[in-house]
């Protein structure tokens, strides 16, 4: 069931020390009924049951659910309808991939371990316009992600200017787990510009060898 897998992948935001507090979100669709699920706006994770996740239609209308839904459910709902290979989306201002997007930095690929991953540079997304802002905010952030022009499939997150991190995936554990990946790269990122600034990104040969032993139909890594 959508809303058991929705609130279990909710539930390792904390877990992987991504969030504190009622910061966060994760949501799934279930393609195809076209129903979104997410977590409550401003439930606690340690309080909140399965029960409690919100089902919406693709244009936001409550389907099931005595809750409101997130405050960033028109940006998820944008992206899920520009993207069809999504299936899950994570939403975090985990502490060193949200540095990066507090600066409008792209993390680039300084090692394997990112390129492991993410098939290059994290991208940042443009601004919002004051217009935006003003307006429908969370569904202008979704459409700024959109604009970014990346692809999901090979590089499943994107920074937010001054807000926080987006990241994707076939699932919603999939979307959260790549969440943790990216923390873990963006701490690593950080650092190696502290030791060398001038550092250069790592040369295009070795990252497609070291993403594509992990996907694409040549990849062998694993079982």
């Known amino acids: 069931m959508l809303k058991n897998e929705v609130y279990a992948a ?6 992987y020390e991504l969030v504190i507090f009622t910061w966060g979100n994760v949501s799934g669709i279930d393609r195809e009924t076209n129903t979104v699920v997410i977590k409550p706006s401003g439930a ?26 997130s405050s960033d459910t028109p940006a998820h709902l944008e992206l899920y309808k520009a993207y069809a290979q999504i299936g899950g989306i994570c939403h975090t201002h ?26 290059g540079t994290i991208p940042v997304a443009r601004e919002l316009t004051e217009a935006e802002i003003n307006g429908d905010y969370e569904k202008a952030t979704g459409r700024a992600i959109i604009d970014t022009n990346f692809d999901p499939a090979e590089i499943p997150a994107v920074l937010v200017p ?51 032993r992990k996907h694409g139909k040549n990849a062998y890594y694993g079982q």
């Open 44 to 69: 606690e994770y340690d309080t909140m049951s399965a029960a409690e996740m919100v089902a919406l239609t693709l244009d936001g209308k409550v389907a099931n659910g005595e809750l409101k839904p």
């Open 162 to 212: 001054s807000h926080g991190v987006f990241t994707f995936g076939k699932t919603p554990l999939a979307a959260v787990e790549n969440a943790k990946i990216l923390e873990e790269v963006a701490l690593m990122a950080f650092h190696t510009l502290m030791l060398k600034r001038d550092i250069s990104p790592l040369g295009g040969t070795l990252l497609h060898k070291h993403y594509c």
């Open 94 to 119: 985990s502490r060193y991939a949200t540095v990066f997007a507090q600066a409008c930095m792209p993390i680039p690929v300084f090692g394997t371990t990112h390129a492991d991953y993410f098939n």
């Open 10 to 15: 909710n539930l390792l935001l904390p877990k």
